[in-house]
Antibody, heavy 122, light 113 residues
């Protein structure tokens, strides 16, 4: 079955870091990339960045640059998104989505993870 | 950044009636060398991730009912639900994937009148 399965919900204090995983199955991981998208409670969708599972190249949204790192482990077909220096307005559901393996040749997201709620609260 | 503006914010339509959602991009998402519009539509129901409905502005994703259609080119796009069903109640988003940062519209909530 083609799917992306994400790690479970997290509760973090302001200033902490979080690392969310996204395990792919049912397709060849390295022939695609992964984008990360987040959705604050009751809000719309915000693209955070992209990583090629083929090359490991990344492209991050400028407003998150310096706080987010995306990586992949091709041996386990898993993508990771780590965010540092968390603030209360980082509280959101974080989604991974299947994307292009090549920067500049982006495609629509035909496969999404179930989402991971990250709550940042003191 | 390309700003995606959807209208209306919400729409209430009778069962079986037509619903239309508009999406305008702040610059073109049409790439002439391949004659493609880098525009997608997603449906999101509460507690679920978005689900791809339309890509390349007008191509229906496999398994999506044919009552959903996409049209438009350049900067102006429309998602049409030809005959609204109860299961179509959701929030709909347009997205451009022409250039980074990839951006989404603010969403349009579709309800039953």
């Amino acid at each position: 079955q083609v799917q992306l399965v994400q790690s479970g919900a997290e509760v973090k204090k302001p200033g902490a870091s979080v690392k969310v995983s996204c395990k792919a199955s049912g397709y060849i991981f390295t022939t695609y990339g992964i984008s990360w998208v987040r959705q604050a409670p009751g809000q719309g969708l915000e693209w955070m960045g992209w990583i090629s599972a083929h090359h490991g190249n990344t492209n991050y949204a400028q407003r998150l640059q310096g706080r987010v790192t995306m990586t992949t482990d091709t041996s386990t077909s898993t993508a990771y998104m780590e965010m540092r220096s968390l603030r209360s307005d980082d509280t959101a559901v974080y989604y991974c989505a299947r994307d292009t393996p090549r920067f500049g040749d982006f495609v629509s997201f035909d496969l999404w993870g179930q989402g991971t709620l990250v709550t940042v609260s003191s | 950044d390309i700003v995606m503006t959807q209208s209306p914010d919400s729409v209430a339509v009778s069962l079986g009636a037509r619903a239309s959602i508009n999406c305008k991009s702040s610059q073109t998402v049409f790439y002439s060398p391949n004659n493609k519009n880098y525009l997608a539509w997603y449906q999101q129901k509460p507690g679920q991730p978005p689900n791809l409905l339309i890509y390349w502005a007008s191509i229906r994703e496999s398994g999506v009912p044919d009552r959903f259609s996409g049209s438009g080119s350049g900067t102006d796009f429309t998602l049409t639900i030809s005959s609204l069903q109860a299961e179509d109640v959701a929030v709909y988003y347009c997205q451009q994937y022409y250039t980074t940062p990839l951006t989404f519209g603010g969403g349009t909530k579709v309800e039953i009148k």
